[in-house]
Nanobody
Framework: QVQLVESGGGLVQAGDSLGLSCAAS????????MAWFRQAPGKEREAVAA????????SYSDPVKGRFTISKDNDKNTLYLQMNNLNPEDTAIYYC???????????????????WGQGTQVTVSS
């Protein structure tokens, strides 16, 4: 099992940038994939971006392509999400997730992930 702790959320204005971090601990040597998800009030949790922990290949959901960048630091066991040109529709609780299952087929589906952080609030004002 991997323990995940997000940080970096806050209140920003539309057009601003914000960076999130997710520190992983525990069985980090087994991590295969990590991802960011978000959940806005009254909406279902949706994928934001995912990254292969060893190879580094990434995948993004359409709403954030070109604005968000997912990255990692394997030495620090930390996942990052750089968010640029934020808009009010980006307001949500942002969660990081991890899986050790190499059999997963869908990088941007919550069912692919087993370990989740508690989330960090991002609020974008207009």
């Amino acid at each position: 099992q991997v323990q995940l702790v997000e940080s970096g959320g806050g209140l920003v204005q539309a057009g601003d940038s914000l960076g999130l971090s997710c520190a992983a601990s525990g069985r980090t040597a087994n991590i295969y994939l990590m991802a960011w998800f978000r959940q806005a009030p009254g909406k279902e949790r949706e994928a934001v971006a995912a990254i292969f922990w060893r190879g580094g290949m990434t995948s993004y959901s359409d709403p954030v392509k070109g604005r968000f960048t997912i990255s990692k630091d394997n030495d620090k066991n930390t996942l990052y999400l750089q968010m640029n040109n934020l808009n009010p529709e980006d307001t949500a609780i942002y969660y990081c997730a991890a899986t050790s299952r190499s059999s997963v087929r869908w990088l941007l589906k919550s069912q692919s992930y087993d370990d989740w952080g508690q989330g960090t609030q991002v609020t974008v004002s207009s």
